[in-house]
């Protein structure tokens, strides 16, 4: 079963505009990260946020962690049309060492 | 090539028939994955390997076999393909030093199953 589920399942914007995609999880974790995914391609990440961490950025990416809430966010300012893609977040499997579970992914989409 | 490879990257086949999806990494990451991807189901993990000759079962491991002679290389095994493992197949690889590392997927495989 899926333990991230990223909402909204797909959010189309302006270029320039900022997007921000949401992630839930249902058991506590240790780690929460970020991929992207381009279409047709492997998955590259971009991001890891620790359970001690509230807040962390990346250039134009910042992500948060409410592990009270068991949610994350990413955010991604002054889009691009190049930022076209797939979003997961994946979180650290209970007792699975290296092992994550993903999400089903936000789509989003970048209109120039 | 340094990195992760997939072959083929495109594969059809007929029910009943025996696949098997390779995988290859040059930076003698430590654990390696299979996932597949479906539509309205994100990535499953299918199986993983710690390391040569260690494996283990994922979410959806039915109907899949694995092995991991070599660090480099973990081929994925449809003993008895059907239509429900339809899907594209991505490996990954990490190096393993910490709880839970980057993942380095590769193109994924396209795999139908007519």
């Known amino acids: 079963s899926q333990q991230g589920e990223e909402d909204p399942q797909a959010l189309s914007i302006q270029e320039g505009e900022n997007a921000t995609m949401n992630c839930s999880y249902k058991?506590?974790?240790?780690?929460l990260q970020w991929y992207r995914q381009n279409s047709g391609r492997g998955l590259v990440h971009l991001i890891l946020?620790?359970?001690?961490?509230r807040e962390k950025h990346s250039g134009r990416l910042r992500v948060t962690l409410d592990t009270s809430k068991k949610s994350s966010s990413l955010l991604i300012t002054a889009s691009r049309a190049a930022d076209t893609a797939s979003y997961f977040c994946a979180t650290d499997a209970p007792g699975g060492y290296q092992k994550v579970t993903f999400g089903t992914g936000t789509k989003l989409q970048v209109i120039p | 090539d340094a990195g992760i490879t997939q072959s083929p990257r495109y594969k059809i086949t007929e029910t009943g028939r025996q696949v098997t999806l390779m995988c290859h990494q040059t930076?003698?990451?430590?654990?390696m994955f299979w996932y597949r991807q479906d539509l309205g189901h994100g990535l499953r993990l299918i199986y993983y390997?710690?390391?040569?000759?260690?494996?283990d079962k994922g979410e959806v491991p039915d109907g899949y076999v694995v092995s991991r002679s070599k660090t480099e290389n973990f081929p994925l095994t449809l003993e008895s393909a059907t239509r429900s493992q339809t899907s594209v197949y991505f490996c990954?690889?990490?190096?393993?030093?910490?709880?839970?590392?980057?993942?380095?997927f590769g193109p994924g495989t396209r795999l139908t199953v007519l």
């Open positions: 390997s710690a390391a040569a000759d260690i494996t």
């Open positions: 990954a690889s990490s190096d393993g030093l910490a709880t839970m590392d980057e993942q380095f």
């Open positions: 058991t506590s974790i240790n780690n």
């Open positions: 946020i620790r359970s001690n961490e």
């Open positions: 930076w003698s990451h430590s654990y």
